[in-house]
């Protein structure tokens, strides 16, 4: 006891000298939110382990913590994102985005062109001389401007550096281009083409009290409008900002015909792939267990293994060797078409036969695991009931229909019903087999037919050539949470788990 | 139900046995062959090789542009470390859901099953910042680290693990530590010296999901790991493959073979628990 005692204080002590050192580096670089996190955790857990009262929950901290760092906070995040506009154009923060825009500016067609000479130094700096339209002259020198006169014994030191040709300009356009020479307040001398400089001045200005941009050119107001600042006559200024529009992402993904049309038939699909999933594994499976659970069957142990294999096989592997045999022109599948029937089949470029193709496979993924399960349940049902069938007159049939399928249920339902759901969101099969292609022709966000809900959130996400659209994504993943999550309600209410809960607690 | 049968009949059905065993085992016979066949193309490729060499696993070996038993590798000892921690992470929660009694047990129990239903791909998002903030502060945990990688997989060890373990933890006896404890145990060797032993096969079955999961985990592999000679096999085998069949066939082929051989290896050796841990654990719920 003593010793078990002696290690939880060591244990104890180490921990927070691990909390204090993160906190102290938290301190430094001034992110206060996560520092204040971080003391709340940390005197969480000095209590639940000092604390005899809070025993269970020293098992339960560990892993706790990993699922609240790493499934709840994304999870959170996540609502937060599909509230906002996040995206392509609507990137930056709104400071980075009014920065942007505050360093934009405009030539200055009345104030004329400046002519230059560039020099060279030892040192490989550039040193100006700037003639402006009235013909004073400037020295520029590392961003600053000096006026000087003729003679100055500035412009004499040029001399010793090496003036730059005009080939040289052009080699140097890049560095030059980058460079400004500030003349007075707000204005800036600037490379305008090989030949001058021009004088640039701000464009916009922001005023934080109001939250309006002013344009210094035009005297145009510009508002802040759901992540974009915005003139009266609605013209956008880009880069727009990452902002909070509310539930808009929804209402897009509900009302907008052009959204809501792809992602309807994404739904339908999503649908239909995860009942023709669970319907064909289940069924085969089921079949070949019953075949298989026959004692007078010869060879049985080498059936059940040999077909047990693919479920052996990682689905990744499996999905990826799949798609070189329903390669169209050199897949094997297509190989014996040809020889039997004369013509293959355009696997993965037809919406349909895609669809057939990835039935096909998730059907050799899943039927082991199916017929395992039945195997199972199968063994567990009483064979007094046949034998009370036979006696009875019952048809082998009508013992299926109302012994064996009746009781199985029972067992295999929820299973079912967990299958459902995982197909639903079946990413890697359907990414790694099709791409969801091929794509829906007049789809305003990218869609193909045989994207289900997971992968048509991964190209609006991460892939779309048209551009980001992190928060329409968000706004999808909640709802096949919205979807998965009542189905798994709906799953332990129906097997009863729930209340098995319920009665222990 | 099962009657003795005609020769017809068992014919009957040993027809359709062979034509699931055909359609089980041609995929894998296929990749076999192929793996074997040196022209390393989808071209002509027969049953079996015309003149089989080694020529494939090779260059999986020697590839540098494409580090493919690397990858395997890296796959391996991600899939080992994650399923050890995962285990034993479950088993202490699983542990407390099941032998004691404390505010929020009911709702712990369903949230954290509620929550790993939550599709996780555009988490991927932020738990790229947070692995990215992570990183500043202890370097050996940020982007592109195999250990920043195991982290972020270890925050699925709550939920329908621990839900699987808790349901086998239920059906040992309270009264083989209840007797351990009268002897003087505390409630941590009681549940060390006693319970995780028996328990063996259900931590079996965890590792083993566990493993095959983490193994084939493709979306936070490929945001989290930028580095080739980082990849797990699920990344990198895809990038190869993708769209180059015609010319990558037959080392394809070798690396599937190399690679599923350390699942179903473990699939082999842990396979009489799975079955039980599968029927008994799942359908208890």
Redesign the interface.
Known sequence: ?EV?KLIKIIFLGVLNVVFIW?AL??YS?QAYWVLLLLLLGAALVNFVFISEKA??????L???F??V???????V??VY?SLTNYGTGNILSKEQAVAQLQERSILDTEAGNYAYQAYRDGQGQLHFVFTSPGGELFLGYAGGLTPVQEGDPRLVELEGFTELTRADLVRATNEISALSFSLDEGRQLRMRNINSFGVYRQQYEYYPERDELLDLETGTTYRSVQGYFQAPDGTRLTPGFREVIGFQNFRKLFTNPQVTGPFLRVFVWTIQWALLSVGCTFA?GL??AL?????????RRF?RS??I??????????A??????F?TE???INQILKATIGSGVPWLQDPVWAKVALVILNL?LG???MM??CL??LQSIN?EM?EAAVVDGAS?WQ??YH??LPLLMV??A??LI?SF?FNF?N??VI??LTRGRPPIVNAQTPAGHTDIL?SY??RL?FESGRGVD?GL??AV?LV??LI??AI??LN?RF????EE??K?? | MYRKHSFFRALWRHAVLLFFVVFALFPILWVISASFNPANTLVGQRLIPSNPSLDNYREIFTSEQYPIALWIKNSVVIGLITSTLVVILTAFAAYAFSRFRFKGRRTGLFASLLIQVFPQMLAAVSIYLLVLSIGRLVPALGINTHAGLIMVYLGGAMGVNAWLMKGYFDTIPSSLEESAMIDGASPFQAFYMIILPLARPILAVIFLLQFIGTYSELILASVLISSSEKYTLAVGLQLFIHDQYASRWGVFAAASVLGALPIVLLFMFLQKYLVTGLTTGAVKG
């Open positions: 006891m078990g993160t580096f938290l670089s025993y269970p929950y020293r098992y339960l560990p892993a706790t990993f699922m760092l790493l499934v709840v906070y994304p999870i995040y996540t994102i085969v079949f070949l075949l298989l659970n026959d004692p007078h069957l010869r060879f059936y040999v077909l294999l693919p479920y052996a096989v990682p689905a990744f592997i499996s990826l060797i799949w798609r070189g045999l390669h050199l897949g094997v050799w039927f082991p695991y395992i399960v199972g349940a064979s046949y082998t013992q299926f012994i064996t067992s295999v929820p299973l967990a759901s969101n990413f890697s990414y790694l997971i959130t991964y996400a992190y994504a968000s993943t096949i949470f998965t999550g798994t309600f332990f097997t009863g788990a729930l809960v319920r222990n607690v």
